[in-house]
């Protein structure tokens, strides 16, 4: 048994495959199956391991951010390069939420995030999540500061 990540694009599904892998480190395209008119039909990569698979499946059923792809990072350096890729053609959201040119949703979450929203202080954890909904996209030193000073 295995559990893939599966999206429903109109049209673009191939486009935002090389896109997606050339953003995300470790990342490949593994499969594409093309129509009998040799347009991608469906497109298979892995996204630092995970197996996401695209499908331009045509109009009627679009991208919501009822569902989204988060990536963890470690630097703000990585929280701003990913961000700034996703989030050119799109539209920014909040707390790191942001849906990209294609209308597919994502999540570009600091790796220390987790660490300060679960701490043993119930106001340092607050003072966080207060900061956190103040962004779109997220600033570590404006969290780790809102934590160092509740």
């Not at 630092?48 to 792809?69: E, R």
Request: glycine letters at 8%.
């Amino acid at each position: 048994m295995s559990i893939n990540t599966f999206f429903w694009f109109e049209s673009a599904a191939e486009e935002a495959a090389t896109l997606y892998t050339a953003l995300v480190p470790n990342s490949r395209i593994t499969d594409v199956a093309r129509n009998s008119e040799g347009v991608a039909f469906v497109v298979s990569v892995e996204l630092d391991g995970q197996s996401v698979t695209l499908m331009n499946g045509g109009p009627g059923h679009p991208l919501t951010d009822a569902a989204s792809l988060q990536v963890v990072v470690e630097t703000q350096e990585e929280v701003d390069q990913l961000w700034d890729a996703l989030v050119e053609g799109g539209e920014p959201g909040p707390c790191g939420w942001l849906t990209d040119r294609f209308g597919l949703s994502w999540q570009v979450t600091p790796a220390v995030l987790s660490t300060l929203m679960s701490g043993d202080d119930p106001a340092k954890t607050i003072a966080v999540g207060t900061a956190l909904r103040s962004m779109s996209k997220l600033d570590i030193k404006t969290l780790q500061d809102a934590y160092d000073n509740a």
